[in-house]
């Protein structure tokens, strides 16, 4: 099985080994071949879109499936909500039945914070974590910005998203943030789903 995955940018590409690490411990025999492709700020719309996605499905080196992880927090007004951004994109891909869309709220690091206190220590400063579960958080503005500023706060650094989003995952487990987070477990189920549909996580 291969599976290219359409992320937004550097941060979701440090991600990739804490997530290939999650699986093939849950997908001992049938790990797929995973390709992460940064799409340089933000995925692709519309016919744009289509066309990456069909490239992908088609030709000697082709993928089995695409799945698209957009945050909804993209600096427009692309997306109301996760339903609204996964039936946008499955619109702009003419209903592919290789093409999943996933969504992280309201950004990837909605996904880092149910490490708040790797986070504080990273940053060198106590500030509490945002209230309310991790993909709740917006407050008028998304996880990211929360964890910009407590390390702003701590003086010492300025937030690197694809240093330091390796650094708080690295010695944690990842199902610590899937069960906090349903589109994160969407998103992961996804992919286990496609290999071994035994094996999602309930």
């Known amino acids: 099985?291969?599976?290219?995955?359409?992320?937004?940018?550097?941060?979701?590409?440090?991600?990739?080994?804490?997530?290939?690490?999650?699986?093939?411990?849950?997908?001992?025999?049938?790990?797929?071949?995973?390709?992460?492709?940064?799409?340089?700020?933000?995925?692709?719309k519309e016919e744009k879109l289509r066309r990456i996605v069909e490239n992908l499905l088609t030709g000697n080196s082709a993928y089995d499936a695409v799945i698209a992880l957009t945050d909804i927090y993209t600096g427009t007004q692309d997306f109301q909500d996760a339903s609204d951004a996964k039936a946008k994109m499955t619109s702009w891909v003419n209903n592919n039945p290789q093409f999943y869309p996933h969504t992280a709220l309201h950004d990837f690091e909605a996904w880092l914070l149910p490490y708040w206190t790797t986070i504080q220590k990273l940053a060198k400063h106590n500030r509490s974590s945002p209230s309310g579960s991790p993909e709740t958080v917006n407050h008028q503005k998304p996880p990211s910005y929360h964890i910009k500023e407590i390390f702003k706060l701590g003086g010492r650094q300025d937030?690197?998203?694809?240093?330091?989003?390796?650094?708080?995952?690295?010695?944690?487990?990842?199902?610590?943030?899937?069960q906090a987070c349903p589109e994160l477990k969407a998103f992961v189920n996804q992919i286990i789903s496609l290999c071994d549909e035994s094996k999602v996580i309930a």
């Open 159 to 178: 937030y690197n998203k694809p240093i330091h989003g390796k650094k708080i995952l690295e010695k944690h487990d990842l199902m610590i943030a899937i």
């Open 1 to 44: 099985m291969k599976i290219a995955i359409l992320v937004e940018g550097a941060t979701e590409v440090a991600f990739k080994e804490k997530l290939r690490g999650f699986l093939q411990s849950r997908l001992e025999g049938s790990m797929p071949r995973l390709t992460f492709i940064p799409q340089n700020g933000r995925i692709s």
